[in-house]
């Protein structure tokens, strides 16, 4: 009897042995479909067989945390939007660039070529972008007069850089700003119903106002950036809760808000930063929109990702979308060019639910509190 029982249980372990090494050959309603990082499979998460967002979101928790990379490069932390993906109920791209951020700490957002759109528009729009151009000349511009009303070097040469609410130099040559914004999207729940700003910034305040122009192309980024962002958040973020938001409204529904924006602007003959984090704590995610087409002497942002730190530098055309973690290592690489100023938008989204364990509203390490310019 024993011989029989233990040839009964090496034939049904045999069986389950062919099941699994030949699953391919099983008809597709009864296989699993798993959300993939590689190019294959990203083909394949157009079909997800019916299965409901929180199952995906599962099974590609499960897949990221046990897939092992063999090479990174641009391709591998890039997810291809499809050109009418605002009229595509399934929004499986936030599930894949979810994945992407998770295990690399970093993702970009770009959008698939085809023949009904063309190279020139990234995944936010143009004329979006111009305005958001001429907005940042124009801030900048406006806060450096200000600054030399108060005697004090604008271009930050002679007196050393300098911090104020509403722009920092960020280096001794004064070729790398940092210009704070209020942000004019939405999903705050601290935003204003009457102009819709929110003006908190870390632990200061920026009091001085945006000219007509500059709040118009300021408000079409944020908007644009914030239609996109939180669907890669609410992927990521929601996978240990128990109730996953289908379709994200700009509200207090969703698990995160920005807690900080504005525009980088680097120079030309800037020097590269050194390599940092831009914070030790998790919950905080990093949005880059660069306003100009990226190459190698524009200075873009490099990263050094994987347990070999192998460094990678993202090459992203304008009106893309370049997210990640604060704990991820990066720098921003110095503008080699002759006469090409390198401006990108930024907003630093953070995960609702550190209210609930912090008091602050935002980064106070990066942007600790400072003089305004707004009576200048």
């Keep these: 009897m024993a011989m029989w029982y233990n040839s009964i249980r090496l034939l049904a372990a045999l069986i389950n042995t062919f099941a699994c090494c030949y699953s391919f050959l099983l008809p597709s309603s009864t296989?699993?479909?798993?959300?993939?990082?590689?190019?294959?499979?990203?083909?394949?998460?157009?079909n997800h067989g019916g299965s409901t967002v929180k199952e995906q979101l599962m099974t590609s928790r499960h897949h990221a945390?046990?897939?092992?990379?063999?090479?990174?490069?641009?391709?591998?932390?890039?997810?291809?939007?499809?050109?009418?993906?605002?009229?595509?109920?399934?929004?499986?791209?936030?599930?894949?660039?979810a994945d992407i951020l998770t295990?690399?700490?970093?993702?970009?957002?770009?959008?698939?070529?085809?023949?009904?759109?063309?190279?020139?528009?990234?995944?936010?729009?143009?004329?979006?972008i111009e305005k958001a151009n001429k907005s940042a000349d124009s801030r900048l511009e406006d806060m450096q007069s200000r600054i030399s009303n108060r005697g004090v070097d604008p271009n930050g040469i002679e007196d050393g850089p300098f911090r104020f609410a509403e722009i920092i130099c960020r280096d001794e040559g004064g070729l790398r700003y940092d210009v704070p914004l209020p942000w004019l999207g939405g999903g705050n729940d601290d935003t204003n119903d009457d102009n819709k700003?929110?003006?908190q910034v870390g632990s200061g305040r920026i009091g001085a106002p945006l000219t007509n122009m500059e709040a118009e192309g300021v408000t079409g980024l944020h908007e644009a950036m914030d239609e996109i962002v939180p669907h890669v958040l609410e992927a990521m973020w929601s996978r240990d809760q128990d109730d996953i938001i289908d379709d994200i409204a700009l509200n207090s529904d969703r698990n995160s808000y920005v807690a900080a924006s504005g525009y980088l602007i680097n120079k030309p003959g800037s020097k590269s930063q050194n390599w940092h984090k831009d914070g030790p704590d998790a919950g905080f995610i990093d949005c880059f929109v660069p306003l100009i087409d990226l190459n190698d002497e524009l200075g873009p942002t490099a990263f050094l990702l994987g347990d070999e730190e192998d460094e990678l530098v993202p090459m992203l055309n304008k009106g893309n979308i370049l997210l990640f973690d604060y704990r991820t290592i990066h720098r921003g690489q110095g503008n080699t060019s002759e006469d090409t100023t390198r401006t990108l938008a930024y907003a630093v989204y953070r995960r609702r639910e550190l209210d609930k364990a912090k008091n602050e509203s935002g980064d106070v390490h990066n942007f600790p509190a400072a003089l305004t310019l707004e009576y200048d």
């Design 31 to 46: 296989s699993t479909t798993c959300i993939s990082l590689s190019r294959g499979a990203r083909a394949r998460s157009n």
């Design 65 to 97: 945390t046990t897939t092992a990379a063999t090479e990174i490069d641009t391709e591998t932390i890039s997810v291809a939007l499809p050109s009418n993906w605002k009229d595509v109920d399934d929004d499986y791209w936030s599930i894949e660039a």
């Design 103 to 128: 295990r690399y700490g970093v993702v970009a957002l770009t959008l698939s070529s085809s023949k009904s759109n063309s190279n020139s528009d990234g995944l936010i729009s143009s004329q979006i």
């Design 197 to 199: 700003t929110n003006d």
